[in-house]
Each structure stands twice: as structure tokens, then as C-alpha cells.
């Protein structure tokens, strides 16, 4: 009896962690690029700024 509640303690961590690894990636997963966002113009240089100050 002992080493089942082992080895049942030791998947449910495993699955714990697993699933504490999932939904802490999820933000990054699930955002929207900003040139795929409505009403947010994509940049034209990518990378860089484009305002004029930026250039000097």
C-alpha cells in the first residue's frame, strides 16, 4: 500500500508540473502579433523605430 501511494503521489506531481509548465507559457502562446492586430499599422522597416528622431 505504502508504494502505491509512492508512485500515485510521484505522477501526481509529475502531472502537476507539466501542467504548471503549460499554462505559465500560455501568455507567450497565445499573443497576437502587432502587425495581425486590427487597427495597429505594421512597421515598414521591421526591427526598427519609425519615427523620424530615430533616424539622426
Same mark, same amino acid.
Do not use: N
Given at each position: 500500500?505504502?508504494?502505491?501511494?509512492?508512485?500515485?503521489? %510521484?505522477?501526481?506531481?509529475?502531472?502537476?508540473?507539466?501542467?504548471? @509548465?503549460?499554462?505559465? @507559457?500560455?501568455?507567450?502562446?497565445?499573443?497576437?502579433?502587432?502587425?495581425?492586430?486590427?487597427?495597429?499599422?505594421?512597421?515598414?522597416?521591421?526591427?526598427? +523605430? +519609425? +519615427? %523620424? %528622431?530615430?533616424?539622426?
Amino acid at each position: 500500500m505504502e508504494g502505491k501511494a509512492f508512485l500515485g503521489g %510521484a505522477v501526481l506531481s509529475l502531472v502537476g508540473y507539466v501542467l504548471y @509548465d503549460a499554462v505559465k @507559457d500560455l501568455p507567450t502562446t497565445l499573443r497576437v502579433p502587432a502587425s495581425r492586430r486590427p487597427g495597429v499599422p505594421a512597421s515598414p522597416r521591421p526591427g526598427r +523605430c +519609425c +519615427c %523620424a %528622431a530615430s533616424e539622426r
